[in-house]
């Protein structure tokens, strides 16, 4: 299964090593699944870091460059979708764009607003381990 991780489960595994999503993390790297991230999810990450915890920038740092040795990095489209019609927040228009894209199975996200859209299979961490 090809599972896309969306920014707010990069910043919770990277600070919170024990958390659901750091453990929905590793079940994504681990084979039989496939994890991939797009430039826009990172940059997005880094910022947030940068901003409410920039105590933690260079273990967060320590964090994904460990990580990206097992998610796919992804350029995010620049041409929009018809599905992304569907995002409720136009700022996940290119995330969502960028999970199509990617062909992923299931997008995993935190993000409420992404939740509600049903193509492709949006799921929170929880709901991932229980797959």
């Known amino acids: 299964m090809k599972c896309f ?4 489960i990069l ?10 999503p750091a453990r929905a993390l590793l079940k994504a790297i681990s084979p ?19 901003r409410k915890f920039p105590n933690k920038v260079q273990d967060f740092e320590s964090f994904l460059s460990r990580a990206l040795f097992t998610i796919k990095l992804v350029q995010t489209p620049t041409e929009p979708m018809s ?7 136009i700022n996940d228009s ?3 764009r960028a999970a199509m ?22 799921i929170t961490p929880a ?4 797959l």
């Open 94 to 96: 290119p995330i969502l």
């Open 83 to 89: 599905e992304e019609e569907n995002a409720r927040d």
């Open 101 to 122: 894209f990617s062909d992923c199975d299931v997008l995993i996200t935190g993000d409420m607003d992404l939740l509600e859209i049903l193509s492709p299979r949006i």
């Open 11 to 20: 910043i919770s595994a990277g600070l919170f090593s024990n958390s659901v």
């Open 5 to 8: 991780i969306d920014s707010n």
């Open 127 to 130: 709901q991932f381990l229980e």
């Open 32 to 50: 039989p699944h496939h994890a991939v991230v797009c430039d826009l999810s990172l940059d997005e990450a880094y910022r947030v870091i940068n």
